[in-house]
Structure formats: C-alpha cells, structure tokens
C-alpha cells in the first residue's frame, strides 16, 4: 500500500520548527528574501507556513467534499503585520511547535482518511491530492528565509 502523502506536510512541518528553534537570537532586523522582493520576520514566516498549509487544507476539503474551493484573499507574503515585527521569545517558539504540528498533523490525518483512491484522483483544472502534498513540502522555504540564527538553541 502507497504511503499517505500528507506525512511529508508533517515532515516539512518539523523541518521549518527545527530552523525556527534558532530564531531565539533574532536581533530584530528583516530578513530580505532570496528573491529581494519582501522581508521576513520570524512571526512572518510562522505565520505564511500556517497559512499555507490552511489555504490547501480548506482546498483539499472542498476537492473532496466536491464543491468549489474558497478563494485565496491572503494578504500573503507581500504585506508585513504589525506584530510580525515581535520579538521571538520561548513562548513563541512553544505556540508555533503546538500550532503548526497541530496543522501538519491535521492535514496528514485528512489525506489519510480521503485514502489511497483519492490521492492521485485526476481533479483538472486543480492538483491532484499527492501535488497538493508534494507542494506543501515547499513551506519550508518561509523558514530558510529568516535561517538558522546564532547558536541559541531551545529546549
């Protein structure tokens, strides 16, 4: 039996918190992405990785669900919020580990119990299940635009 594609977004999820630990020396200057159009705060990008993974969660549902998907009115990655610009503390770190593996954990279980018949399921004009999963594997690129930070390591 084909291994549940929505265990990479749990993966990735792990992959981003592993970055994330180090974000606890974060001296407070913006981090310019790789693309120089847009700045990035540790808030910043846990927020853009829950986001993410929320946006394709809800697509996955209606996909299933068969109904229209609801459109993407994000701010995005583009607009920096107030409280993006927070201080990085322990707590921080604490509540993004218990809301993103939540969120990963969540959408694992989702394509889990769609099962095995739904996963590679054509769905034109949309991704397929797996896509969708092999996507959300790219959330790690929010993280690596704040990086690995000093050598403060967390709990």
Known sequence: MDENPGTKVEQAVEECLAIAQTWLAWDGRPCVSEDGDRVYTPHKAVRRIADH???HLAEVEAMLAGVPTQPDEWHASLATF???WARFAEQDLDEARQRLRRLGRS???RVAAAGPDEWDRP???SW????ICEHLTGVVWYAEQVGRLGSVQAR
């Open 107 to 109: 959408f694992a279980l």
């Open 82 to 84: 107030e409280s993006d």
């Open 53 to 55: 993974v929320i946006d």
């Open 128 to 131: 397929t299940v797996r896509e």
């Open 123 to 125: 769905r034109t004009p």
